[in-house]
């Protein structure tokens, strides 16, 4: 079966860095995504890895390793709106996505 | 620019009642989506769209319907609500495969 594992919730004081870890079982791979979803809204997309490696936007980075099967989205200079789930999705072999349950990250003042 | 937009935002439907939740998006993309998100869960797809005229079912069709007649809308259709298709509804879409979806505002439907 697919199986996408990611933490349930993590909190983080403001100011602070924070990683959130995705690890994936699924059939085939063609790339990840994260996306953020505040409470009560949609998804909106973060980053998309498809080569092993580190992709940095802004305060935001998340690296890939397919040989492990994991990624991790890694926060910096965390700010309180940066509290909002946080969603990892594998591109299977027919390039449909597959969802994580999603981390809630709650940051604390 | 609207994106990508679903109606109702919400809606309380009587077990054994029929409804369509409508999607609409402007960005000419070829693929749309029907997802739920329940606690817990993550988000489960209902059934997909890769290019208008043509659909395919996700991980949870049961109960649902879909259809693509042009490139814009993507409605979702519950032929006979149950309580356990109580859930918040996402429409996505997005251009081609490697590229990213871009999502609706969402529909909360309570079935009681």
């Known amino acids: 079966g697919q199986n996408i594992d990611q933490p349930t919730e993590m909190t983080a004081t403001e100011g602070a860095i924070v990683q959130i870890n995705c690890t994936y079982q699924t059939s085939g791979f063609n790339g990840l995504f994260w996306y953020q979803q505040h409470a009560g809204e949609a998804p909106t997309f973060l980053s998309y890895n498809v080569l092993d490696g580190l992709e940095e936007k802004g305060r935001f980075s998340s690296f890939l390793s397919r040989s492990k099967g994991y990624s991790y989205l890694l926060l910096k200079e965390l700010q309180m709106k940066d509290s909002a789930s946080y969603l990892c999705a594998v591109q299977d072999s027919n390039y449909q996505l597959i969802w994580g349950a999603g981390t809630k990250l709650i940051i604390k003042p | 620019t609207a994106g990508i937009t679903q109606a109702p935002t919400s809606q309380i439907l009587a077990a054994g009642r029929s409804m369509t939740l409508r999607c609409t998006q402007d960005?000419?993309?070829?693929?749309m989506y029907w997802y739920r998100q329940d606690l817990g869960l993550g988000l489960r797809l209902i059934h997909y769209s890769n290019t208008a005229g043509t659909t395919g079912k996700g991980e949870v069709p049961d109960g649902y319907s879909v259809s693509r007649a042009n490139t814009d809308d993507f409605p979702l259709t519950l032929a006979s609500a149950v309580p356990s298709q109580t859930s918040v509804y996402f429409c996505?879409?997005?251009?081609?495969?490697?590229?990213?979806?871009?999502f609706g505002q969402g529909t909360r439907l309570t079935v009681v």
């Open positions: 960005m000419r993309h070829n693929a």
């Open positions: 996505a879409s997005r251009d081609r495969e490697n590229t990213e979806a871009f």
